[in-house]
């Protein structure tokens, strides 16, 4: 009974002629056209060099940047002291009608303290100080996690609210040290596949973007696990495509349980 059973373009093809959408010469031409596709693409695909295209083996094409066997050099990568302490002096500032949260003018006046004295910069700090740099270079920065603005630990702060309007200050953002790119911190929900894969997608556009996401936990970082091994560390291999996203995970074993700090490092 199987075998005698049509097949489903055949059941198909039946409906549209039956239908008067299409004759049977019409429909054999496109199946004719499709078939003469796939046999020239097949026997391309016998003769590929690889090595004689500098191109195809990458989906999207980015200008400037080297394959993996080719040399690199990088020009200078510092910055001037009193620009770098001026970016960090920005990331502690609010307008002057800005209500912070009292907790967080204690935490940006320390801050504040340390930068102008150049010594005492915890992570966060560092981290903002570098982001700063880029924009002002005309890099465009993206982070996305859970708590990303907060930071996990409570360390970060890239963005405070008015406690009376709840209106968001984004720190980098308002640098007001010449012309800068857009800085993009967003608090992410808890499904870590789908919004890795929109961040790796998002990479892929731009090789010039740092372009991050921030595993929570190690726990956090096992919901992604396809992203990580099918499209991520396999990707140039596998899909023939670079990859420009950052990932970060800000802790290690801290005494959060045994749930909360196995990720598999190695993917990181």
Known sequence: AINKHKRSEQIFADQI???GQATAVE???IKGNMWDTFEADHTAAKNYDPSKSSNDWIATKWEGVRRPNEGSSYGHTGIDLD???????????????????RALKRIMSTKKSRVEA????????????AFGTLLLEGSHVRITGQDVQRG???HRHCVVHDQNTNEPHTFLNNLNLGPQENYVARNSILSEY????????????????LVIWEAQFGDFANTAQVVFDQFI?????KW???CALTLLLPHGYDGQGAEHSPCRIERF
């Open 240 to 242: 023939l495509q670079q």
């Open 83 to 101: 620009l770098l302490r001026s970016i960090g002096v920005r990331l502690c500032e609010v307008p002057d009608n800005f209500e912070m949260h």
């Open 194 to 209: 789908a919004v890795l894969a929109f961040e790796l997608g998002y990479s892929y556009e731009n090789p010039n973007a």
């Open 233 to 237: 560390c396999a990707g140039e291999h």
């Open 152 to 154: 996990t630990f409570s």
């Open 17 to 19: 002629v039956g239908r």
């Open 118 to 129: 150049g010594e005492g910069l915890d992570w966060a700090t560092a981290e903002g100080m």
């Open 27 to 29: 429909l054999g031409a």
